[in-house]
C-alpha cells in the first residue's frame, strides 16, 4: 500500500514537474535572441550564409511593418501562455514547427534525418570508450600515485571539465585547416568523402573512420574520467 501511494504520489508531482520545466525552458527560448526577426537581419546583412555573401547589405534594417509580420506569422504576436499552450499541444514541444533555415521541415525531420549518423557516433564512442578506459583504469590501478597516473588524471579530467561543443569547436581550428598555420588533418565536416562510392570496401572503411576520427573523440571525453577512476 506505500508503495502504490508513493508511485501516485510522484505521478501526480510529476504533472506540475513536467510543466515547470516546459514552461522554463519555452520562456528561454522568448527572452534569448535567434528568432525570425533576428534570422532575416542576419540573411540581409550576410552574416553566417554564404549563400547570401555576395547579396549583403551590412547596414540593412527591418521595418516595423516586416517585423510585425513576421511575428504574427510564427504567432509571436500572442499572449505568452497562449504561444505556450501551442508550442506544448499543437507543436509538440517544438518538433511540429518549421525550421527557420529550412521552411518546408519540421524541427522533427531535421531531427529523424541526422539521428542515425549521431545513434552511429553516440554507438562507436561509446564502445571505443569502454575499451580504452578499462585497460587506462588498470594500468592506474597498478601504478597508483606515480607520475602517470597523475598525468592520466589531468588529462582525462580536462576532458570531462570542458563541454563537448567546446572540444569540437577547438579541434576544428586546431586540425581542419580553418586557420592558416594550422594543421589540416581531419575533414571539416560530413560522414564520407564525396567519392567514397568508388573507393573499395577498406579504402570506404578508413573514409569513414577519418571522418569520424574528431566526432567520436567528442563523445568519449565527457566519460573518460568516471569510466577511468570506476575501473581504477
Not at 528561454?28 to 533576428?38: H, K, M, S
Not at 566526432?215 to 575501473?231: K, R
Request: one cysteine or more.
Amino acid at each position: 500500500m506505500n508503495r502504490l501511494f508513493y508511485l501516485l504520489r510522484r505521478l501526480i508531482l510529476a504533472v506540475p514537474t513536467f510543466i515547470g520545466i516546459t514552461l522554463v525552458c519555452f520562456a528561454l527560448t522568448r527572452v534569448l535572441p535567434g528568432g525570425p526577426v533576428e534570422m532575416r537581419l542576419l540573411r540581409m546583412r550576410g552574416i553566417g550564409d554564404s549563400n547570401t555573401a555576395a547579396e549583403a547589405r551590412p547596414g540593412a534594417s527591418i521595418t516595423e511593418d516586416q517585423r510585425r509580420t513576421l511575428n504574427a506569422k510564427f504567432g509571436f504576436d500572442q499572449p505568452f501562455l497562449t504561444q505556450y499552450v501551442n508550442w506544448l499541444v499543437r507543436d509538440r514541444m517544438g518538433l511540429r514547427m518549421t525550421s527557420y533555415d529550412f521552411p518546408n521541415r519540421t524541427a522533427w525531420d531535421l531531427i529523424a534525418s541526422r539521428f542515425p549518423v549521431s545513434l552511429w557516433f553516440g554507438i562507436t564512442g561509446f564502445v571505443l570508450s569502454y575499451l580504452v578506459c578499462i585497460p587506462l583504469g588498470i594500468a592506474k590501478a597498478l601504478r597508483h600515485g606515480t607520475r602517470f597516473d597523475a598525468a592520466s588524471s589531468v588529462a582525462v579530467f580536462i576532458g570531462y571539465a570542458l563541454p563537448s561543443f567546446a572540444l569540437a569547436m577547438l579541434l576544428r581550428t586546431a586540425l581542419c585547416g580553418t586557420v592558416d598555420g594550422l594543421w589540416n588533418l581531419f575533414p571539416l565536416g560530413g560522414f564520407a568523402s564525396a567519392d567514397a562510392d568508388t573507393l573499395t570496401f577498406w579504402s570506404r572503411l578508413r573514409d569513414h573512420a577519418w571522418h569520424m576520427t574528431l566526432p567520436v573523440i567528442c563523445y568519449m571525453a565527457g566519460s573518460f574520467a568516471v569510466l577511468t577512476l570506476m575501473m581504477k
